[in-house]
């Protein structure tokens, strides 16, 4: 692997136990030797939809934790750095935890600083994220079109109780809701066309969902700007999710909601998805594990 013989390279799962399921990431404690041709060619190595890196210590004004545990923190997918990664957030604090124990971080990444919770749950390491401040914004009609012919998916196959939108939480992801669960599990799409128009409107991915119950969704992410057909647990999108589900006011201001996602892959995992009344912030926890090289 193309990196410096005194990085460690480290993998986990994010959002689920099982190292077989959830969304694996490459992680690396110390990349402070590492530029950003040297991390990206980490990524590439590991394939990992993405990999993260802590460049060093950080010290935020007023908002240390009490540990001191804050760090820098870049993201990147085997084709290019991303601003925010919700799974890889995740995969470093529990690898953090399991180091140094449980408590309270802060990572400074391009997008702001997004403070994480990890807990010990019945002998399961668990972290909580909380994003920075999300926004909702719509999408011209032609994008939209755009998006379902290079999904291949018929505007009538749309869930219209669930308007689409563009939402973001630390990156931008277009949610468009499948009024079928099949239709959500039939996903076969023009990869380089969806990825032309990922790149114009500056996504990261397609957060594509079905309710399945008023607080449980099943979801999907189709990421070829990151150089994989789909993302098997995608913790950036599915805090702007809740973002998009309490600005159209489809959820309410305090809710927990539960997202399923990985089952079409063969690689399941649980994401939850917590919102606050007179909190704008989206909070995003589950468990992860190691995975053995």
């Known amino acids: 692997m193309p990196q410096n013989p005194a990085t460690e390279v480290l993998r986990y799962t994010a959002f689920s136990a099982d190292p077989r399921g959830g969304n694996p990431a490459g992680v690396v404690l110390d990349a402070s030797g590492l530029d950003a041709a040297a991390m990206l060619a980490v990524a590439a190595e590991l394939g990992y939809s993405e990999s993260a890196f802590l460049t060093g210590r950080y010290e935020p004004d007023g908002a240390a934790p009490a540990t001191g545990r804050g760090y820098a923190i870049r993201y990147f997918s085997p084709k290019a750095e991303v601003p925010f990664c919700g799974h890889a957030t995740v995969a470093t604090a529990l690898a953090l935890a399991e180091r140094d124990g449980p408590g309270e971080l802060v990572f400074s990444t391009s997008a702001g600083p997004v403070p994480v919770t990890v807990v010990r749950e019945g002998g399961e390491l668990r972290a909580t994220l909380t994003s920075v401040e999300p926004h909702v914004a719509r999408i011209a009609p032609d994008d939209l079109a755009e998006a379902l ?16 939108r563009i939402a973001y939480a630390g990156a931008r992801h277009l949610v468009l809701a499948a009024a079928t669960r099949e239709r959500l599990a039939d996903l076969s799409y023009d990869f380089a066309r969806l990825e032309a128009l990922m790149h114009r409107l500056d996504l990261t991915t397609v957060q594509l969902v079905w309710r399945a119950a008023p607080d449980v969704f099943h979801v999907r992410d189709p990421f070829p700007v990151g150089g994989v057909v789909e993302d098997p647990a995608t913790g950036a999108a599915a805090a702007a999710f809740g973002a998009y589900l309490r600005t159209e006011g489809l959820a309410p ?3 927990v909601l539960t997202l399923h996602q990985g089952e079409d ?16 912030r989206v909070r995003v926890s589950g468990t992860g594990t190691r995975i053995d090289a």
Do not use: F, I, K, Q
């Open 253 to 255: 201001d305090s809710a």
């Open 149 to 164: 012919a290079a999904l291949d998916w018929p505007a009538a196959d749309l869930d219209p109780a669930l308007p689409p």
């Open 265 to 280: 892959m063969g690689r399941p995992g649980t994401l939850t998805v917590e919102l606050r009344a007179g909190d704008p």
